[in-house]
């Protein structure tokens, strides 16, 4: 156990709507990360928040965004959901930002789109 | 756009072999880490190199950065089966606000008894 949580453990939902996945990090951590591991794509960064402000921006699509909030907790809101959005969606968290702080990862989201 | 390559994607081998797994970039990392990543779990840490030539031992594993910080490779001594899973390298990016990993394509590896 990590100590990263993430709601919900499966999502399915149709083509068109809009989900939020929610994380809670690991106690005293302050950053958190958003990561999407796909069949064809593999592992990808998507964004970092830390204490509450965006750090790093990867390959997120613009119907995605994400927030961190005061209890820094975070969510991951996905909307016009197409097929292939369909994939697994990861939280990670660290006590920073620097690198020998260890990204911790939750058990992630399954989110399929139909 | 940063890219790693790792190679090989799919390794089946025997119980007591010897094994590497070779992570390769043209862009320079600020680190590369290491992950090993069960099904339905999320990765998990193994080691992070830092400098140019360093090299780290994790008791049967060996981890090795490269000089010019580009690539990276695995060794795995005497595979046993609790060492299947998937490996994944990830370099990590920095700028003046926060950090980014770009991660590889993964090493699925099976280790038959």
Same mark, same amino acid.
């Given at each position: 156990?990590?100590?990263?949580?993430?709601?919900?453990?499966?999502?399915?939902?149709?083509?068109?709507?809009?989900?939020?996945?929610?994380?809670?990090?690991?106690?005293?951590?302050?950053?958190?990360?958003?990561?999407?591991?796909?069949?064809?794509?593999?592992?990808?960064?998507?964004?970092?928040?830390?204490?509450?402000?965006?750090?790093?921006?990867?390959?997120?699509?613009?119907?995605?965004?994400?927030?961190?909030?005061?209890?820094?907790?975070?969510?991951?809101?996905?909307?016009?959901?197409?097929?292939?959005?369909?994939?697994?969606?990861?939280?990670?968290?660290?006590?920073?930002?620097?690198?020998?702080?260890?990204?911790?990862?939750?058990?992630?989201?399954?989110?399929?789109?139909? | 756009?940063?890219?790693?390559?790792?190679?090989?994607?799919?390794?089946?081998?025997?119980?007591?072999?010897? /094994? #590497?797994?070779?992570?390769?970039?043209?862009?320079?990392? +600020? &680190? !590369?880490?290491?992950?090993?990543?069960? %099904? *339905?779990?999320?990765?998990?840490?193994?080691?992070?190199?830092?400098?140019?030539?360093?090299?780290?031992?994790?008791?049967? /594993? #060996?981890?090795?950065?490269?000089?010019?910080?580009?690539? +990276? &490779? !695995?060794?795995?001594?005497?595979?046993? %089966? *609790?060492?299947?899973?998937?490996?994944?390298?990830?370099?990590?990016?920095?700028?003046?606000?926060?950090?980014?990993?770009?991660?590889?394509?993964?090493?699925?590896?099976?280790?038959?008894?």
């Amino acid at each position: 156990d990590s100590g990263v949580t993430q709601t919900p453990k499966h999502l399915i939902t149709a083509t068109g709507q809009r989900v939020t996945l929610r994380c809670s990090p690991r106690s005293g951590d302050l950053s958190v990360y958003w990561y999407q591991q796909s069949l064809d794509q593999g592992l990808q960064f998507l964004i970092q928040y830390y204490n509450g402000e965006e750090r790093a921006k990867g390959n997120i699509l613009e119907r995605f965004s994400a927030q961190q909030f005061p209890d820094l907790h975070s969510e991951l809101n996905l909307s016009s959901l197409e097929l292939g959005d369909s994939a697994l969606y990861f939280c990670a968290s660290s006590l920073g930002t620097s690198n020998l702080h260890e990204q911790y990862f939750g058990p992630g989201t399954r989110l399929t789109v139909t | 756009t940063q890219l790693l390559e790792q190679s090989p994607q799919f390794l089946s081998i025997q119980e007591g072999e010897n /094994l #590497t797994v070779y992570c390769n970039s043209s862009s320079v990392f +600020s &680190s !590369l880490q290491w992950y090993r990543q069960e %099904p *339905g779990e999320g990765p998990v840490l193994l080691v992070t190199v830092v400098t140019g030539g360093e090299v780290k031992k994790l008791k049967r /594993l #060996t981890f090795q950065f490269g000089d010019a910080r580009k690539d +990276s &490779s !695995l060794h795995i001594t005497a595979a046993q %089966p *609790g060492d299947t899973g998937l490996y994944l390298c990830a370099g990590e990016t920095r700028n003046n606000a926060g950090n980014m990993l770009t991660f590889g394509g993964g090493t699925r590896l099976m280790v038959k008894p």
